[in-house]
C-alpha cells in the first residue's frame, strides 16, 4: 500500500521551492526536513499540495538568512519563507505540553532533534521526515510501517494526544476515509474515551474540518467513523443527524458525486419538507458557516424541488422550455442535480435522461440569450418604475425563452399587448 517516499516524487514547483529553503539553511549550518502531510502524501504515492519543513534552525535564524519572511506563528517556531514563487512553512523543532485550551499548548520549549519533534505529532504517519536535497527519510515513530500496514496509529499516547487537541478526533475520522486506513484498536479506544476533548474544540475549526472532508475522496466513511466513534452527536448542531436517520444520511453520501461542501450539507441535511428547513439551517449555523454557504444550502434545496417539478412535468403535458432553462442556467444546478441523484436513485430515470439530453443540445447563448426586452424598451413605452417593470422583464424572457419571441418586432408587439391587457 505505502512505498518509500522521495523528493523525486514531489511536483517540480514544491520540489525546488523545498530544495532552496533547504539550500539555504545548510549554508546557515542548519537541516531542514520535509515533514507532515507531504511526506505522508509522497508515500501513498498521491501527490502533495505544499511542502512544509522543519529544522533546528529558530525563527531568527530564518529571518536573518532569508529576504522574504512573514512570521505567521513566531512563538510557536513557525515562520513563512518566500522562495522560487512559493510559500514555504518552516517550523522549528519543538516539544509543547500543557494544552490547557484543548487547542494550542501552553508550554513550547525549541528542541534540537526531530525526534523530539516528532513526539508532539498527532499520527505516525505525520511524524515523517524527508531531507530535500539527500532524500534520506527518517521515521522515528513507525509511520511507513503503520501505513504498509494500512493502520493509523497516534504517536505516543493515543489518549494524551486526543486530548490535546479535540479536533485530531475529526482528523483521524478523515485520515482514515481519505486513505482507506484501519484505526490501530488502542486508538480507537483512545478516541471513544477523549471526546470530552471536543467542548475546547470551536464550531469554526469543526466546520473547516468537514469542508476538508467534504473535499475528499471518501466523506460519506468520514461520517460513518464519527459516529462510529461517538465524535457525531458531540459536534456543534450535528448532534441532531445521530437519531436512527443518520444511516441513511451516511447511505445517500456514498452515492453523492463530488462537488465541494455547498453539495456535501445541502445533500447530508436535505430536509424533504420545506417545513423542515429550518431545523435543518439550525444545525448548519451551529457550526457558524460563512453567509455564502448558508444561503447558498437552501437555494440548492429550492432548485431540487424544481427540478422534481420539472421532471414529474416532463412525463405529462408539454413543460415550458423557460421553466426548465431556467433551472438549467442557475449557479445551484449541478449541485441540485447531484443531491436529487444521491437521495432519489433510479427514480425518472427516463425523464432525467430526456432533460439532460434537451440541456446539452443548447449551446451558452440559447440559455442565456440577449434580451430583446429591457429597462429601456419599458421606459420608452412610457411605463413608471415600479413592481411592474420586473414583472414584465421576467415575463418578456420566458417568452424568448419559450421561442414566442423572436425578433424586436415580436418583442414591441408582445409589449404593446401587454400595456393593452
Known sequence: MARRPSIEHLPAELARAARAVAEGLRLGG????LVGGA????????????????????????????????????????????????????????????????????????????????????FTCNALYLDPLTDELRDPTGGLADLEHGRLRCVGDAALRFTEDGLRLLRLARLAAQYGLEIEPGTASAAR????ALRGVSPERVLAELERMAAGRAPARSLAILLELGVLPRLAGLGA?????VGQRVAVLERLAPGGTRRFFATLLWAPQAADEQQ???????LRPPRALLEGVPRVWNAVRELEGCLQALGGPAVPRSRWMRLARAAEFEDAWAAW?????????????????????LAPEDLRPAPLVTSRELASSGIPRGPRWAQLLRAAEDAQLDGELRTREDALAWLARQLSA
Open 280 to 286: 435543518a439551517l439550525q444545525v448548519l449555523g451551529a
Open 241 to 245: 443527524l445521530a437519531g436512527p436517520e
Open 30 to 33: 542548519r537541516r531542514a526536513w
Open 341 to 361: 441523484r444521491a437521495w432519489q436513485p433510479g427514480s425518472f430515470e427516463r425523464e432525467a435522461a430526456e432533460l439532460r439530453a434537451r440541456i446539452g443540445a
Open 193 to 196: 474515551s477523549a471526546l470530552e
Open 39 to 122: 511526506v505522508r502524501d509522497l508515500a501513498l504515492g498521491v501527490a502533495p499540495h505544499d511542502a512544509d519543513l522543519a529544522s533546528a534552525a529558530l525563527p531568527e535564524e530564518l529571518e536573518r538568512l532569508f529576504p522574504r519572511t512573514y512570521a505567521v506563528g513566531k512563538a510557536f517556531g513557525t515562520v513563512v519563507v518566500h522562495c522560487e514563487g512559493l510559500a514555504v512553512q518552516v517550523t522549528t523543532f519543538r516539544a509543547e505540553s500543557g494544552y490547557d485550551d484543548a487547542r494550542r499548548p501552553s508550554h513550547v520549549r525549541f528542541a534540537n532533534s526531530l525526534e523530539e519533534d516528532a513526539e508532539r505529532r498527532d
